[in-house]
C-alpha cells in the first residue's frame, strides 16, 4: 500500500526541511543566550591585581607620631607586612583594582627632623634596616617607577596641591658630619621630582659659589634651588614613568622614554662628594587645613 503520492513527496520534503531549520534555529539561540550570559558572568568577575614593588631595600615614614621629626618610620622585615600592619594601613595599602601601592598624605603634626611638611614616603635602603650604607654618583644608580596621581586637593587658587614623588637625597658621612659641626647626617637632596597640575616637574640643587672649597661644599647654604623645568607631555592622573640613571658627573631624567632633562653641569659634576639615596612615594607640599593626596605605585625597579 502505498502511503504517499509522487505529488505528495515534495510537499512532505519542504515541511520536514521547514521544521529542520526551525528547530536548529531554536537550538542556536538557546546556545547563544547560553553563551552570552557566560559571558556576563565573567565579566561581572574582578580581577584582584598586586603592585610589583619590592620592598625588601625600603622603609616608609608617614604622617603618623609625636612632633617634629617623630614621623614614625617602618624598616624591612616589618614593612613587608604592610598590608596588615594596623598602624600603616591608614598611609600604605594596595589598591587591587589598579594593582597599585597606594601612599597618602595629609598635613599632621608628625614631621621628620628637617622639613614642616609630611609625608607618606618610601626611603631606599641598600642594606635593610639600615640607613648608613648609600651611594656615590661615581658608583652610580638607577631608578624606575610607574606611578599615577590618586585623588588631590586644591589650593585656594584653585590649583591642585603639589607632590614631590620622587627624590635623590644627599647625606653626609660621619667624617663630613664632624667636619662641619653637623648634628645629624642630613645633606640637600639633589634632585625633587614634582607632580604639580597634571605635569611632571623636575628641580636640582646648584651652587651658589662655583669656587667653593671641599668643606664648604658640605655645607646646605652653598646649594639653593635652579629655576626647575617641566616636562612638556601632561601626565594628569594617568599612568606615566619616571626614570632616572646616575653616573659620575652626570644625571638623565625622562618621561615614558620619550622626554628627557640632561644634567651635566659643574654643580652636578662636585655632587659627587656626597652619599645618595632613593626617595619615592608622597612627599606633601602644604600645611592647608583639610589638604590630602594620594599617589599610586605600580612598579619600582633600582639598581647600582
Known amino acids: 500500500m502505498k502511503i504517499f503520492s509522487k505529488k505528495s513527496i515534495p510537499i512532505f520534503l519542504l515541511s520536514f526541511l521547514i521544521v529542520s531549520v526551525n528547530a536548529q534555529e531554536s537550538i542556536s539561540d538557546t546556545s547563544d543566550s547560553k553563551t552570552k550570559v557566560g559571558k556576563k558572568k565573567r565579566k561581572g568577575k574582578k580581577k584582584i591585581r598586586l603592585p610589583e614593588v619590592d ?12 612632633g617634629k621629626g617623630g614621623a614614625i618610620s617602618v624598616s624591612p622585615p616589618e614593612i613587608l607586612d ?13 589598591d587591587s583594582l589598579s594593582g ?26 641598600m642594606e635593610p ?8 654618583f661615581a658608583e652610580g644608580g638607577y631608578l624606575k617607577a610607574k606611578m599615577a ?5 586644591r589650593a585656594a587658587n584653585g590649583k ?5 614623588i620622587a627624590q635623590i637625597h644627599g647625606r653626609l658621612s660621619n667624617e663630613q658630619r664632624e667636619l662641619i659641626g653637623q648634628k645629624d647626617n642630613n645633606a640637600p637632596p639633589i634632585l625633587k621630582i614634582y607632580w604639580q597640575n597634571g605635569k611632571i616637574r623636575v628641580k ?3 651652587l651658589k659659589y662655583a669656587g667653593v672649597d671641599q668643606k664648604g661644599i658640605l655645607y ?10 617641566n616636562f612638556e607631555q601632561e601626565v594628569g592622573f594617568r599612568k606615566f614613568t619616571i626614570e632616572v640613571k646616575v653616573t659620575d658627573g652626570k644625571m638623565v631624567v625622562s618621561l615614558n622614554k620619550n622626554e628627557f632633562f640632561v644634567y651635566d653641569s659643574a654643580s652636578i659634576k662636585r655632587w659627587g662628594v656626597f652619599e645618595n639615596y632613593f626617595k619615592v612615594g608622597n612627599y606633601f607640599q602644604t600645611r592647608d587645613k583639610g589638604a590630602y593626596a594620594s599617589v599610586k605605585l605600580f612598579e619600582l625597579n633600582v639598581v647600582h
Open 149 to 153: 596621581m590618586g585623588e588631590v586637593s
Open 220 to 229: 646646605k647654604e652653598a646649594w639653593t634651588d635652579d629655576k626647575g623645568q
Open 160 to 164: 591642585y596641591h603639589k607632590v614631590i
Open 100 to 125: 597599585a601601592l597606594v601612599f597618602h598624605a595629609y598635613p599632621t603634626d608628625a614631621t621628620t627632623a628637617n622639613t614642616k611638611y609630611s609625608r607618606s614616603e618610601l626611603r631606599e635602603q
Open 204 to 206: 636640582t640643587k646648584v
Open 82 to 94: 604592610y598590608a596588615s600592619n594596623e598602624v600603616l594601613k591608614p598611609f600604605m595599602y594596595n
Open 55 to 66: 620592598l625588601s631595600n625600603w622603609k616608609v615614614t608617614i604622617p603618623e607620631g609625636q
Open 129 to 136: 634596616g639600615n640607613d648608613k650604607v648609600n651611594w656615590t
